[in-house]
C-alpha cells in the first residue's frame, strides 16, 4: 500500500526555473517529512526536512512547503541548475521507527 | 569519516540460489536499515537493526532475512532467489535509534 504518492514521475525545467515536486500522504501518525536527493549510482542523500507543526522551511535554493490539513507537501527548487538534476523522494517517517518513501521524480534542468 | 559501506556493489545470481550482501556502517553509528529499490516499487523498508537487535521489519517474505555484528556491521541474506528480488539494496546507517539517516552506494543484485 503505497502510503506516500508523489507527483510528478518526471519533470523537466529549464535552467533557472522552478521545479516544483508534490507530496500527498494517508498515515496521520507520520511524524517527520524528509526529501532525498539520489544521484545515479549513489544512495540518496537527505535534501532538506520538516516537522508536521511547520509551515515551511527554506535552505538555500530548496524550500518545503507543507500543509498539515490537507496531508500534503512539496519541495520547490529556484533557480534550477543542471547540477540539480537528479531522482528526489518525499518520505514520512513514522515514529523514527520506519521511513516510508514516495515512488521518486526524476528531475531534468535543461541548460 | 568514512561513509556507508556495501560490498558487493555488483553481483549476479540465478534463480534458487541464495546470496548474503554486507553493510559497514559509519563509525560510531550502531543502527542499521535496509532498503530495496526497484523501478516498479521504489524504494521499500526491509528492516532495521540496533546494537544486534532487529528494531523493525518491513512488508517482505521470510526469504530475506539479515543480522548484526557487535561491531555494528550488518549482513541480510536472501534465499532462494526469484527473478523478482533483482534490485539495488541499499544499507543506511544512523547513530541513535533517530536521527539523519545515511545511505551507502548499494549493491545491485541481478537474479538471472
Known amino acids: 500500500q503505497q502510503q506516500v504518492k508523489q507527483s510528478p514521475q518526471s519533470l523537466i525545467v529549464q535552467k533557472g526555473g522552478i521545479s516544483i515536486i508534490n507530496c500527498a500522504y494517508e498515515n496521520t501518525a507520520f511524524d517527520y517529512f524528509p526529501w532525498y536527493q539520489q544521484f545515479p549510482g549513489k544512495g540518496p542523500a537527505l535534501l532538506i526536512a520538516?516537522?508536521?507543526?511547520?509551515s515551511e522551511k527554506k535552505e538555500g535554493r530548496f524550500t518545503i512547503s507543507f500543509n498539515k490539513s490537507a496531508k500534503q507537501f512539496s519541495l520547490h527548487i529556484m533557480d534550477s541548475q543542471p547540477g540539480d538534476s537528479a531522482t528526489y523522494f518525499c518520505a514520512g517517517w513514522e515514529g523514527a521507527q520506519k521511513l516510508v518513501f514516495g515512488q521518486g521524480t526524476r528531475l531534468t534542468i535543461n541548460p | 569519516k568514512a561513509g556507508v559501506t556495501q560490498t558487493p556493489r555488483y553481483l549476479i545470481k540465478t534463480r534458487g540460489q541464495q546470496v548474503t550482501l554486507s553493510c559497514s556502517p559509519i563509525?560510531?553509528?550502531?543502527?542499521v536499515s535496509w532498503y530495496q529499490q526497484t523501478p516498479g516499487q521504489g524504494l521499500q523498508f526491509l528492516f532495521e537493526?540496533?546494537?544486534?537487535?532487529?528494531?523493525n521489519k518491513g512488508n517482505f517474505p521470510g526469504r530475506f532475512s539479515g543480522r548484526q555484528f557487535s561491531n555494528s556491521r550488518s549482513e541480510m541474506n536472501v534465499s532462494t532467489l526469484e527473478l523478482g528480488d533483482s534490485a539495488l539494496y541499499l544499507c543506511?546507517?544512523?547513530?541513535?535509534?533517530?536521527?539523519?539517516?545515511?545511505f551507502g552506494e548499494g549493491s545491485r543484485l541481478t537474479v538471472l
Open positions: 520538516i516537522r508536521p507543526d511547520v
Open positions: 563509525s560510531g553509528h550502531r543502527s
Open positions: 537493526y540496533f546494537s544486534e537487535t532487529q528494531r
Open positions: 543506511a546507517s544512523r547513530q541513535g535509534a533517530t536521527g539523519e539517516l545515511f
